[in-house]
């Protein structure tokens, strides 16, 4: 192996050493918040800029030229390669890590596919009503308390997924190894909350687990 490759080949590992240690979104989502995102790698949030996340995108477009550069043939042929399974390989040790190791909360999966709707059926009484499924990959049945976390691109502070949260956090068990739909349905009253939506719905909504000091946000 020429030098150039040996260059290339040394970058292109300590970079998915990197990129493992950053994005794998285990216990939390790494993605929650994002404004903006690069190759998995979240860029801004409304905080601002994300400056791990920043250095993870440099660091991957340098390590696709050292790459390419290494290479004495199938240059794009093998960055494609890679891009492709950069896509697809977290989801996949994720699955894996959960089914062999995991336990408790950090064995439930979610697809992000979770929706709430709100209607006003009174002054200050909100009918608020949730659909989501969770996935418990572990051999043991897992407990925990849920909630809803508000979708960042609220404005303004106004409050619509979390308004779930005024009848809860509510208790939930999976069975092992088992996928459960959930369906809750509240009536909210909302007369000490201003600030909150009138009526709407909302999909890809954000959940929180918690279980005694443990706490994941999907």
């Known amino acids: 192996m020429d030098d150039k490759k ?7 590992v300590c970079y998915f050493s990197y990129m493992y240690v950053f ?13 903006f995102t690069f190759m998995s790698f979240p860029l801004s949030n409304h905080d601002g800029y994300i400056f791990l996340g920043i250095i993870g995108s440099v660091l991957f477009v340098i390590t696709m030229i050292l790459l390419g550069i290494g290479m004495k043939k199938y240059h794009w042929r093998t960055i494609i390669i890679v891009v492709l ?4 390989l977290p989801n996949i040790l994720i699955t894996i890590y959960q089914e062999t190791l995991a336990s408790g909360i950090a064995a439930i999966s979610y697809d ?3 929706e709430c709707s709100f209607e006003s059926v009174g002054q200050d009484l909100l009918d608020g009503e949730c659909h989501l499924v969770l996935h418990n990959r572990s051999n043991e ?6 909630e809803f976390i508000d979708s960042p691109y609220m404005e303004d502070g106004v409050r619509m997924e979390s308004l779930m949260n005024l009848a809860g956090p509510y208790p ?3 069975e092992a190894n088992q996928k ?9 009253e909302v007369s000490d909350d201003p600030n909150h939506i009138e009526e709407g719905t909302s999909y890809d909504v954000h959940i ?3 279980y005694g000091k443990k706490a994941r946000s999907l």
Do not use: C, R, W
């Not at 040996?6 to 292109?12: C, E, K, S």
């Open 6 to 12: 040996q260059i290339g080949t040394h970058y292109f």
């Open 208 to 210: 929180k687990l918690m």
């Open 85 to 88: 399974v950069y896509s697809f």
């Open 172 to 174: 939930m068990t999976i």
């Open 112 to 114: 992000n596919n979770g």
């Open 23 to 35: 994005i794998f979104p285990i216990p939390n989502n790494a993605m929650l918040g994002a404004h």
């Open 180 to 188: 459960k739909p959930i369906q809750l349905k509240e009536l909210l």
């Open 141 to 146: 049945d897992v407990s925990f308390e849920l």
